[in-house]
């Protein structure tokens, strides 16, 4: 097959360029010849040939209460591929007392044969126990080659100070990468116990329970812990200008060659915490931890993308239905499952009001959706990039087209941050592995599936 007709992005802004593929496989890259004798060719005419994109913080099938979060896997996976990302890594949770090797098969059997886009998998650790511990080493060699601890959520996830560096010391022992959920959950149930016990419980006092005092201390202490432990480091959902301060702090006195790498999300981009105040529905949408900020925080937070001090741009998309949300909201807001939808919008809404708003480049776009997620996250080689042996997974995507979003897939049951933003962008055609997976902004009947994929540091 060859793409012909378009431009791929370079640090110099679009170029005209066709892509060759052959089988799984991106083969050529620029001027490939002839076409041979039956090749198809695509007419990519006005469009921009894009690899496809990386989403490398998803919670696509989460067990919770009696069903799943964000739809379930194939939902979930339908919007992906619809937005123009071909490949997530999702988190394998433990239940109590699971062994961590349980979980990962646990969450690869859920995922096969119902999700359609590719994906690799972080391990939650909630259990620094020298049992589940051991296990690190196995898993890395199995190809999960990231963790995950939290420093919030007490009483459920929360890991203490030095159960913390326990992990931190293990996991950089493994060869392996640690991500942590920085809020200090000591801070945010003492704030949600103070507002729940005198009557603030409606959505809109969601976001004084998770103050910014919490992340701040949460990300100065994580990152001493990391400079103590030589242990290679990525902050999730960074939303404050403090925290990426903080980061930039750290980077610069930091002597070893460990990453310290800090990953933002589309709501803390291009969503604010006057969502809070905009009606009971808004308001259950915007529930995410940590929560939305306000505005002068989003500015700075794309200021910090442009620059290269956040490195990758994700979605942590976690959906849940508004129904949902609402009736456990009569509990009160601290009884509101956390999370916000994102995977199918990220490339659109980033493109709107990053790129054609004059705050990205093409090129770092690009970039922080799929080139340094590949390379942070083990892929490298394989996914991110139109590059002669990669994945065949490209985009024909059209950044003159204008209308007004509206969500994917079976995301339309959810709160969508989204909905009706006036968007300029769209997606045309995806392939995945070289099947195309998405013909004129609709998924093709006869899907592929989505494979795991073992990843190296």
Known sequence: MIISGGSIITDQGPVPAEVRCEGSRIVAVGQVGAPAAGEQVVDAAGLWVLPGGIDAHTHFG??????YTSLGWRESSEAALLGGTTTVIDFANPAVGESLVDTVAKWRAMADGSILCDFGLHVTVTDVSEERLAEIPGLVAAGCATFKGFLAYKGRLMLLPEQMKILMRAVSRAGAMLLVHCEDGEINAAAEETLMGTG?????????????????????DVLAMAADTGCPLTIVHMSLTRSLELLMEARQSRGDDAPLIGEVCIHHLFADADLYLGGHEAALAAICSPPLRDRANCGDRLAGLAAGDLDIMSTDHCEFCLAEKSAAAANGFAHVPNGCGGVGERLVVSHTLAV??????????LETMCRRPAEIMGLAGRKGRLEPGYDADVVLFDPRAEYRWEPLGASDRAGSLWAGLPVKGLVKDVWLRGRQVVAHGTLVPDQPGGEFLPRTL
């Open 62 to 67: 989460m067990p919770l209460g009696n069903g």
């Open 356 to 365: 054609a708003g004059g705050n990205l480049t093409p090129a770092r776009w």
């Open 200 to 220: 603030r419980t409606a959505p809109q006092w969601h976001p004084l329970a998770h103050p910014p005092e919490s992340e701040e201390k949460a990300v100065a």
